[in-house]
């Protein structure tokens, strides 16, 4: 079975300076798809990134980038020049990439705390 | 994208008393998910809803406790039975959606926070 490792409870980081945050799992398949999703206090999940097992290049969107080392099974979260609208719980994800399989695993969650 | 909408957005119950929570979809979608969310936890999936069958659910999870309906593409309601403080929580539905095998991602609705006195 899949497994969803995020090993930071809560994180802290001052306005403008960039943060990691990280993930690993755990998966015999060779195909999946991994996501990073954002719950403001909120509390609607949002999608933030996603990136393909297949694909080497890392994925990015705006200030939001991944680290993706499929040998190693980490997938982290970079944020880069965070905002205080950044603060939120995120959530690590995996979904296999075989038919008809769409069920999510999800870690733990990060708590993301910005600093003014 | 998909938009998604739970009503009610809260409710404060009192044990041994049920609650149907319902979740519309702007859009057709073949599977939606129920999962709940306890403080400052992460998410645990109690079912996946197909329209036209029997939901599936997740183990520790049993349809007598939290039987689901998928009358449509669009709606599903779950209702949480014969509720303990236990059953405090934020229950979230979702749906995937997208074009293609890899265009699919998942949109979570807006869950709805229970409170069981």
């Known amino acids: 079975a899949q497994t969803v490792t995020q090993s930071q409870p809560e994180m802290s980081v001052q306005e403008a300076e960039t943060v990691t945050l990280s993930c690993t799992y755990d998966?015999?398949?060779?195909?999946?798809?991994l996501f990073w999703y954002k719950q403001p206090p909120s509390r609607q999940m949002i999608l933030v990134i996603r990136?393909?097992?297949?694909?080497?290049q890392n994925a990015t969107e705006n200030r939001f980038s991944v680290n993706f080392q499929k040998a190693a099974k980490s997938f982290s979260l970079k944020i880069s020049d965070s905002q205080l609208g950044d603060a939120a719980m995120y959530f690590c994800?995996?979904?296999?990439?075989?038919?008809?399989?769409?069920?999510?695993?999800f870690g733990t969650g990060t708590r993301l705390k910005v600093l003014a | 994208s998909a938009v998604i909408s739970q009503k009610p957005s809260r409710d404060i119950c009192q044990r041994g008393t049920s609650l149907t929570i319902q979740c519309q979809v702007d859009?057709?979608?073949?599977?939606m998910f129920w999962y709940r969310q306890q403080p400052g936890q992460s998410l645990t999936l109690i079912a996946t809803?197909?329209?036209?069958?029997?939901?599936t659910y997740e183990s520790g999870f049993v349809i007598d406790k939290f039987p689901i309906s998928r009358p449509n593409l669009t709606f599903s309601t779950l209702t949480v039975s014969n509720m303990s403080p236990e059953d405090s929580s934020i229950y979230l539905c979702?749906?995937?959606w997208g074009r293609g095998a890899a265009g699919l991602e998942q949109y979570f609705g807006p869950g709805t926070r229970l409170t069981v006195t």
């Open positions: 990136q393909e097992a297949y694909k080497q």
């Open positions: 994800a995996y979904r296999s990439a075989g038919t008809g399989t769409y069920k999510y695993i």
């Open positions: 979702s749906v995937v």
């Open positions: 809803a197909n329209q036209g069958s029997e939901a």
């Open positions: 859009s057709q979608v073949t599977m």
């Open positions: 998966t015999s398949e060779s195909d999946y798809y």
